[in-house]
């Protein structure tokens, strides 16, 4: 009994956030992050302290790959094309399906020991000012 109550609870979740996803991307199919006087905010981080957080871009990005354009996602922000990749690995171990991926791979996934220092270090590198880290900068 108490299985079917959790396999609905899963389903309604996964059913929620694609409709949230689905509702961001159709916004983001009509409103331009980029243009001057934008409804969609800036980053608050970048506005009080001048420095890139490693979400900086990602509106940009997000905007420019629901409009197929990978090169510029990957230029506003290089970690979402990455996090859009691990995504639905992550959703699917969490529903309890076994994929066709090696352990070692899902447990790094869902690790923090794996992303606090992916972040941390893209944090730090992406507001270095000299290349090969300024490419890391969103825009």
């Not at 079917?4 to 916004?27: I, Q, S």
């Not at 871009?57 to 094309?81: F, S």
């Not at 794996?114 to 290349?131: A, K, S, Y």
């Not at 090969?132 to 900068?137: C, E, H, Q, R």
């Amino acid at each position: 009994m108490q299985a079917p109550a959790r396999h609905y609870a899963l389903a309604a979740t996964v059913a929620a956030a694609g409709a949230v996803a689905a509702a961001g991307a159709w916004v983001l199919r009509r409103v331009d992050p980029n243009a001057a006087g934008s409804p969609l905010p800036g980053c608050m981080f970048y506005h009080f302290t001048g420095l890139y957080c490693p979400g900086c871009g990602m509106t940009r990005a997000a905007h420019a790959l629901v409009h197929g354009d990978l090169a510029q996602a990957v230029a506003m922000n290089p970690l979402l094309p990455v996090l859009l990749l691990a995504l639905p690995l992550l959703v699917l171990h969490s529903l309890g399906y076994r994929l066709p991926v090696p352990q070692r791979a899902i447990a790094a996934l869902t690790s923090a020991k794996f992303w606090l220092p992916l972040l941390g270090g893209f944090w730090v590198l992406r507001n270095l000012p000299w290349p090969p880290f300024s490419w890391l900068a969103p825009g």
